[in-house]
């Protein structure tokens, strides 16, 4: 999920200067996706959970919902912070939060040691996502001061939900063919994410550290645009939900109700569905917002279809496919969602709307798919399914008038 959030460069000493900005920029890009991967390495293990540690599904869903939740509480708290703080002191404590969650996972499936370990994945996201999508933009324009910003944030992009796509696939390839399923994943991304620290830490840093009076996020909303705001706000809540839906339960609709039980297919459907939303995202990077929207709106709604039909007709192959067209959607419209807010907030509030809109977003990661694991106690897997799809799609339908309005 990419931010836009820019500051103005700060100057630097060579003595300080451990990295050039060319090299700190993949450096950032490296940690970025890598620690990105990581937080969907369980993805394709929840029914290893279910089967060997007894886990239910309304366990997967609270202990895929805490990492939702670490990464409000941290967009809120620290987030913002490395404005005044530097990019390299938030984001190398971020990047070892997600190693010690790591080391956790590895190291027990307890459901408390899960819970835990999942919090604090989503705290060092929280601080991650804003800061190095700032710090790839100000090291593109030191490395690069002619260029415009178009590479910063295509990488900025490609690593956000680049990184989503790696993690379930090799996660899964490693659980279905190595021994300790749910161990092995885990000590892999700790290695990767042992090395992106120490690189992180000879980045160049591009902010000037200021003394400043601590306080959290503010979350402000355009008084002259609140219904289009709202509506970008309800886009970003329903392009997660879609998401977190991929990253949570779709993998036991794949083992349980379509019948493939393999850890790889597992992985590589989330990663499916994560690449093709990133690869929209790159397509439609230079077409007018009003189409990236649209675009986004009915692939979601062809999407949650296809993916809802699939179940009640047991068959993967429209599965996959409903699955690579929502992914699409989902990453067109939050990429939309997020130009609109910008673009509609003026510059002395824009960090603050964005926020707002993120809230939203992350809100939907969590609520909804808890939502989907209660009902799947209460009514069979399709008929849970149906109503999540049946929700989304009424939300879109809600958001696409004011969304489209010219």
């Known amino acids: 999920m990419t931010t836009v959030l820019t500051r103005p460069a700060a100057p630097e000493t060579a003595r300080d200067r451990?990295?050039?900005?060319?090299?700190?920029?993949?450096?950032?890009?490296?940690?970025?996706?890598?620690?990105?991967?990581?937080?969907?390495?369980?993805?394709?293990?929840?029914?290893?959970?279910?089967?060997?540690?007894?886990?239910?599904?309304?366990?997967?869903t609270v202990a895929f919902a805490a990492y939702a939740f670490g990464v409000i509480i941290s967009l809120f708290l620290a987030g913002h912070v490395s404005d005044w703080l530097g990019r390299r002191r938030v984001l190398l404590p971020a990047v070892l939060l997600e190693a010690v969650a790591a080391t956790l996972l590895s190291t027990s499936t307890a459901f408390g040691v899960v819970i835990a370990a999942r919090v604090l994945s989503g705290l060092g996201i929280g601080m991650i996502t804003a800061t190095a999508t700032a710090h790839l933009s100000e090291l593109h324009a030191k490395a690069r001061p002619d260029a415009g910003r178009a590479r910063g944030d295509l990488v900025a992009t490609v690593a956000n939900l680049g990184g989503f796509a790696i993690g379930p696939i090799v996660s899964g390839v490693l659980?279905?063919?190595?021994?300790?399923?749910?161990?092995?994943?885990?000590?892999?991304?700790?290695?990767?994410?042992?090395?992106?620290?120490?690189?992180?830490?000879?980045?160049?840093?591009?902010?000037?550290?200021?003394?400043?009076?601590?306080?959290?996020?503010?979350?402000?909303?355009?008084a002259a645009a609140r219904p289009r705001y709202f509506a970008a706000a309800t886009g970003a809540f329903a392009s997660l939900s879609v998401l977190g839906l991929f990253t949570s339960l779709a993998p036991a609709f794949v083992a349980g109700t379509l019948h493939h039980p393999s850890r790889a297919l597992a992985g590589a459907v989330a990663s499916l569905v994560f690449g093709s939303g990133a690869i929209t995202q790159v397509l439609l990077r230079r077409r007018p917002l009003h189409d990236q929207l649209a675009t986004g709106l009915a692939l979601i709604v062809l999407g949650l279809a296809t993916v809802t039909a699939a179940v009640w007709a047991e068959s993967l192959p429209a599965f996959l496919a409903g699955g690579i067209a929502a992914g699409a959607g989902a990453g067109a419209l939050l990429k939309g969602a997020i130009s609109t807010v910008a673009d509609l907030a003026p510059p002395s509030i824009r960090g603050e709307a964005l926020a707002g809109l993120f809230l939203g977003g992350y809100l939907g990661l969590a609520v909804p798919v808890l939502g989907l694991g209660i009902l799947t106690q209460l009514v069979s897997a399709p008929v849970a399914l149906l109503g999540f799809a049946a929700a989304i799609t009424a939300l879109v339908a809600a958001v696409a008038r004011p969304l489209l309005r010219p």
Do not use: M, N
């Open 18 to 60: 451990r990295l050039s900005h060319e090299q700190g920029f993949w450096a950032i890009a490296f940690a970025f996706a890598v620690s990105l991967a990581f937080t969907v390495v369980p993805t394709p293990l929840w029914a290893l959970y279910q089967r060997h540690d007894g886990y239910s599904t309304i366990a997967v």
């Open 175 to 222: 659980a279905q063919y190595v021994s300790s399923p749910l161990r092995t994943p885990y000590l892999v991304f700790l290695g990767l994410l042992l090395v992106a620290a120490p690189a992180v830490a000879l980045v160049p840093e591009t902010v000037r550290a200021q003394p400043r009076r601590y306080r959290p996020q503010r979350v402000g909303v355009p």
